[in-house]
């Protein structure tokens, strides 16, 4: 949203006082900058939801690889440990598609619904704008024949623009009392709105990571071997690593 006013010949009169000006200028800068904020958060939330299902998925297919290979036929105890991945990532991917939906359901539409607020706004304040240089533009042709000497054609011609006039100042100040009146309205109402869609979004990442904590404890449980420590385990996988480099088919010439 930006606002950039129309270049016309100023007025002598000072027609909106300076402090109604900053004050406009402050509450409309406060929602410009609640829009950009609100589409980087949007933005920033598809991308992660995306990321995170891209990250199940991948995981899911990387355990379908393995049920795939040739050692699952050859060896029980690697298909046992393979299967249980196999469910435990299944899992994990039903989890996290729930939870991106939720996140989609409950955050990222209304966002996106919140969103689709400020072109309505961003038309009230060119609306606005436009009926300032209206005001401008007319005050100034009153000021010129103020200024001239006063004949009987221009003493019409004043009083003319001076008709002219009225309606154009209180459309002005119509639209200007209104948008004073509800921007910090509509800038406080953001906490309501928004409150209870980060409520949902930290409940559904509670809830995602919660089943992610039963989901791999009960991996890890048909996994581990008793006694075995991470350190052990290293060790074995150092010690096969070396006995294959022993092969003559790896050895280096």
Same mark, same amino acid.
């Given at each position: 949203?930006?606002?950039?006013?129309?270049?016309?010949?100023?007025?002598?009169?000072?027609?909106?006082?300076k402090?109604?000006?900053?004050?406009?200028?402050?509450?409309?800068?406060? #929602?410009?900058?609640?829009e950009?904020?609100?589409?980087?958060?949007?933005?920033?939330?598809k991308?992660?939801?995306?990321?995170?299902?891209a990250?199940?998925?991948s995981?899911?297919?990387i *355990?379908?690889? +393995?049920?795939?290979?040739? +050692?699952?036929?050859?060896?029980? $105890?690697f298909?046992?440990?393979?299967? =249980? #991945?196999d469910?435990?990532?299944?899992?994990?991917?039903?989890?996290?598609?729930?939870k991106v939906? &939720?996140? &989609?359901?409950?955050?990222?539409?209304?966002?996106?619904?919140?969103g689709s607020?400020?072109p309505?706004?961003?038309? =009230?304040?060119?609306?606005?704008e436009?009926?300032? &240089?209206?005001?401008?533009?007319l005050?100034?042709?009153?000021?010129?024949?103020e200024?001239?000497?006063?004949?009987?054609?221009?003493?019409?011609?004043?009083?003319?623009?001076?008709?002219?006039?009225?309606?154009?100042?209180?459309?002005? @100040?119509?639209?200007?009392?209104?948008?004073?009146?509800?921007?910090?309205?509509?800038?406080s109402?953001?906490?309501? %709105?928004?409150?209870?869609?980060? @409520? *949902?979004?930290?409940?559904a990442?509670?809830? %995602? %990571?919660t @089943?992610?904590?039963?989901?791999?404890?009960?991996?890890?449980?048909? #996994?581990?071997q008793?006694?075995h420590?991470?350190?052990?385990?290293e060790? $074995?996988?150092?010690?096969?690593l070396? @006995?294959?480099?022993?092969?003559?088919i790896?050895?280096?010439?």
């Amino acid at each position: 949203m930006s606002w950039i006013p129309f270049k016309i010949g100023q007025p002598k009169k000072q027609i909106v006082p300076k402090t109604v000006e900053r004050d406009f200028e402050r509450e409309y800068g406060k #929602l410009q900058q609640l829009e950009d904020q609100t589409k980087k958060l949007q933005k920033d939330l598809k991308k992660s939801t995306d990321a995170d299902l891209a990250m199940s998925k991948s995981a899911v297919k990387i *355990s379908s690889d +393995l049920l795939s290979n040739p +050692l699952c036929d050859q060896d029980q $105890e690697f298909l046992n440990m393979v299967t =249980a #991945l196999d469910t435990a990532m299944k899992r994990m991917d039903a989890f996290n598609q729930e939870k991106v939906n &939720q996140i &989609q359901k409950t955050v990222i539409e209304p966002l996106k619904k919140f969103g689709s607020v400020f072109p309505s706004l961003n038309m =009230a304040v060119k609306r606005r704008e436009q009926a300032l &240089q209206d005001y401008k533009r007319l005050q100034s042709k009153v000021e010129k024949y103020e200024e001239k000497e006063k004949t009987g054609p221009v003493l019409a011609k004043l009083h003319q623009v001076r008709e002219e006039l009225r309606p154009v100042k209180d459309d002005f @100040e119509a639209k200007n009392r209104q948008l004073l009146e509800e921007m910090p309205r509509f800038y406080s109402s953001r906490l309501d %709105y928004f409150q209870p869609s980060f @409520e *949902s979004l930290i409940r559904a990442q509670v809830v %995602y %990571y919660t @089943e992610m904590h039963k989901i791999f404890r009960d991996l890890t449980q048909q #996994l581990d071997q008793p006694g075995h420590t991470d350190e052990q385990r290293e060790q $074995e996988n150092e010690t096969k690593l070396s @006995e294959l480099r022993a092969l003559s088919i790896v050895a280096d010439d």
